[in-house]
């Protein structure tokens, strides 16, 4: 059996199979992405919910394995050279899972960093200005009198589902006829967006016929239903 006690988040969530890999997560766009991902290789893996609107993720416990306090974290006991590693960064527990199973990456080197270009545009775009448009349409943001925060973050929001619209024009999936961690990547926020944040009509999503084609492909995948849910509260 693993020994997991070096690492401290054990000490506040305790691995009930420390020999399988660890998630610490909650249910967000960020959060289900790996989740999406453990189900979707079939990789054995343990979660572990962080209650984030009980500002877990910046308890000690937590920032031992990702000092940044962001969800989701990973501790692998079988790590590369099969020493344990955690790893914290989305997108970068994305690539490393797509190594290690061998899954959801193409193996080419062209069409492997054409599918990473694409989680980095979720990673630096997507992510930032749908959260932020969130944010200002739905939350705090309705007391602001001064509405250009909101506009100038529909407008970018508006410009970046134009993007994922022209990619997905004439393919099932963001690198073609195959899934990827370019759509793992991207689903959750689409999802949010239409669902949670309640922008939908906002950003005209019923005119954005790929992409909401793409939606629904996704959404439609078993282990994509389980992966939305998986790190929800107990």
Known sequence: MADLSAFPITARWPAAHPDILQLYAAPTPNGVKVSIMLEETGLAYEPHFVNIGDNESHNDAFLSLNPNGKIPAILDPNGPDGQPLGLFESGAILIYLADKTGQFLPKDAAGRYETIQWVMFQMGGIGPMFGQLGFFHKFAGKEIADKRPLERYLTETKRLLDVLEQRL??????????????????????????????????????????????????????????????????
């Open 169 to 234: 024009t004439g393919r099932q999936f963001m690198m073609g006829d195959a899934v990827t961690i370019a759509d793992f990547a991207i689903v959750g926020w689409v999802r949010s967006l239409v669902g949670f944040y309640d922008a939908a009509d906002l950003v005209g999503y019923d005119k954005l016929t790929a992409l909401s084609a793409w939606f629904d492909r996704m959404m439609a995948r078993p282990a994509v239903q389980r992966g939305v849910e998986i790190s929800a509260r107990p």
